[in-house]
Nanobody, 126 residues
Framework: VQLQASGGGLVQAGGSLRLSCAASGKISSFNFMGWHRQAPGKQRELVAGVSRGGSTKYADYVKGRFTISRDNAKNTVYLQMNSLKPEDTAVYYC?????????????????????WGLGTEVTVSS
């Protein structure tokens, strides 16, 4: 399965962007998918995750501003980002599998499927 992220760009503070992660295969095969981000000089971290059943988890700093959703029919996961702040500037990555599950607090014993897409860059100007 290949994951392709898109939708990043340059936006002013307070603006919105919608990221898309299109999969070459069925995302219904992933129990957990997520959006992660890596800012310069920082570790990659989970921004938002979603289970196959629709349960979600958000990093505290995006709660109320970001919304993750998955469309199994279109094999796409979205991240709607509103009220963007300069500190949201990062490269955003889509993940399907073990990493998102682990970051959502799910045991990953025996987990072997972990797929990453190339990142899409988000820059928020002040």
């Amino acid at each position: 399965v290949q994951l392709q992220a898109s939708g990043g760009g340059l936006v002013q503070a307070g603006g919105s962007l919608r990221l898309s992660c299109a999969a070459s295969g069925k995302i219904s095969s992933f129990n957990f998918m997520g959006w992660h981000r890596q800012a310069p000089g920082k570790q990659r971290e989970l921004v938002a995750g979603v289970s196959r059943g629709g349960s979600t988890k958000y990093a505290d700093y995006v709660k109320g501003r970001f919304t993750i959703s998955r469309d199994n029919a279109k094999n796409t996961v979205y991240l709607q980002m509103n009220s963007l702040k300069p500190e949201d500037t990062a490269v955003y990555y889509c993940n399907g599998g073990c990493t998102s599950a682990r970051e959502m607090g799910i045991s990953t014993v025996g987990c072997t499927n972990d797929y990453w897409g190339l990142g899409t860059e988000v820059t928020v100007s002040s």
